[in-house]
């Protein structure tokens, strides 16, 4: 069970000092299509967002050189830009050094689930995901085939909801044809196809 606390932050750009609610347990019962969890709690997971400049509190004490990146993102039109908190921590830990491709894929993926109800941002968001997915799609695969089975449906279905039918079968095409056996992946590819062809 999800039960609400506030939690002491601050910000590693400016200092401030502020406090954010999150929980320090929940329950997943289950998950949509593109992978958003539901559960005892809000999904995707709030994140520490400093009140005087909107960056995220998640990484500890910045290096010198990651605070000088970090401070001039924060004073760039990109992050004055009107974004959800998933869609600025892909933008942080990009600018300070530290984004990798899983992470990048994860944050935009709860990027997208922050997008629902506004049409022209989660397309966007989706395609950032999808390209973000194929640089890494061959590395993932080889280190974990059933992670990337699922990520592939997920993402799927991402491209499926924002309009682009086309992506999404030709996902799903060559996941079935890579020939991977995973259990649960049959029955979501199939679901899948049918929202395509209801449109």
């Known amino acids: 069970m ?3 606390i506030s939690v002491d932050a601050t910000c590693p750009v400016d200092g401030t000092r502020f406090t ?3 929980t320090p347990s929940y329950s997943i019962f289950g998950r949509a299509l593109d992978g958003r ?32 990146r970090a401070q001039a993102l924060v004073e760039s039109e990109v992050w004055a830009a009107d974004e959800t ?12 050094g530290r984004a990798t491709g899983p992470r ?8 997208t689930w922050q997008a629902y109800g506004d049409p022209l941002r989660y ?20 280190e974990d ?3 990337w089975s699922f990520v592939q449906t997920f993402v799927a279905n991402a491209e499926r909801q924002a309009g682009d039918f086309k992506a ?25 196809r049918e929202l395509i062809a209801d449109g």
């Open 2 to 4: 999800g039960m609400p």
């Open 20 to 22: 954010y609610g999150t």
């Open 37 to 68: 969890p539901y559960g005892s709690w809000t999904f995707p997971l709030a994140l520490p967002e400093c009140p005087s400049c909107g960056f995220l509190a998640v990484f500890g004490e910045l290096k010198p050189e990651e605070r000088e």
């Open 85 to 96: 908190s998933y869609w600025r921590l892909n933008l942080a830990e990009t600018a300070i």
């Open 104 to 111: 990048r894929v994860d944050r935009l993926l709860n990027a």
């Open 123 to 142: 397309g966007r968001y989706v395609g950032a995901l999808s390209a973000a997915l194929e640089d890494i799609s061959d590395a993932m695969r080889a």
């Open 145 to 147: 085939a059933a992670s």
């Open 168 to 192: 999404a079968g030709a996902r799903l095409d060559r996941l079935e044809a890579s020939g991977l056996d995973v259990e649960g992946a049959p029955e979501i590819i199939a679901r899948t």
